[in-house]
T-cell receptor, first 112, second 119 residues
């Protein structure tokens, strides 16, 4: 079974600082895709970043980057220069069988 | 390009009633995915429709059903509502991304959701 685990229910970061959200997963597949989604209070799910498992290079999208460790099955999200608008629930997910499997989520609070 | 749309935004029903939720995918795209986000249970895959056919379903009872229309919009029907069906129901539409190696994977983009409350 494919599982995604987010061990941090809640994290806090000071505005302009850096925070890392953790995610581990389990799969027997060799070709898969990993995603981070953000869900602000509006409840709209927004794609943050995507990583293809066969690519060794870590994905980056502006202030967002991932640390993808395939052997360890780890996929953490780093947010640099945190902004108040980054406050949201963050979900790590993995594509499996044309559907997404999600972790439980991490609430990120940003302090001004 | 229009995004994923869902209606209604909120729905209040009583136990035993039926609920119908609607979703329109990204214009021109044929697949629709439904997910349930219930308090304490996280996001769970419900159903996948493509080209008018149900392609996959999650671990939900048969009273969760749906269909996809020729214009690729979709309905999710929940019969015999129970209190625990109260949740945010999210619809997603995939956009493909391809490169020289992959078989053509897709990224799912979500609609704003329908919040169902069962009293």
């Amino acid at each position: 079974a494919q599982t995604v685990t987010q061990s941090q229910p809640e994290m806090s970061v000071q505005e302009a600082e850096t925070v890392t959200l953790s995610c581990t997963y389990d799969t027997s597949e060799s070709d898969y895709y990993l995603f981070w989604y953000k869900q602000p209070p509006s409840r709209q799910m927004i794609l943050v970043i995507r990583q293809e498992a066969y690519k060794q290079q870590n994905a980056t999208e502006n202030r967002f980057s991932v640390n993808f460790q395939k052997a360890a099955k780890s996929f953490s999200l780093k947010i640099s220069d945190s902004q108040l608008g980054d406050a949201a629930m963050y979900f790590c997910s993995m594509e499996y069988g044309n559907k997404l499997v999600f972790g439980a989520g991490t609430i990120l609070r940003v302090k001004s | 390009e229009a995004g994923v749309t869902q209606s209604p935004t909120h729905l209040i029903k009583t136990r035993g009633q039926q609920a119908t939720l609607r979703c329109s995918p990204i214009s021109g795209h044929t697949s629709v995915y439904w997910y349930q986000q219930a308090l304490g249970l996280g996001l769970q895959f419900l159903l996948w429709y493509d080209e008018g056919e149900e392609r996959n379903r999650g671990n939900f009872p048969p009273r969760f059903s749906g269909r996809q229309f020729p214009n690729y919009s979709s309905e999710l029907n929940v019969n015999a509502l129970e209190l625990e069906d109260s949740a945010l129901y999210l619809c997603a539409s995939p956009l493909g991304f391809r490169d020289s190696w992959s078989s053509g994977k897709e990224t799912q983009y979500f609609g704003p959701g329908t919040r169902l409350l069962v009293l």
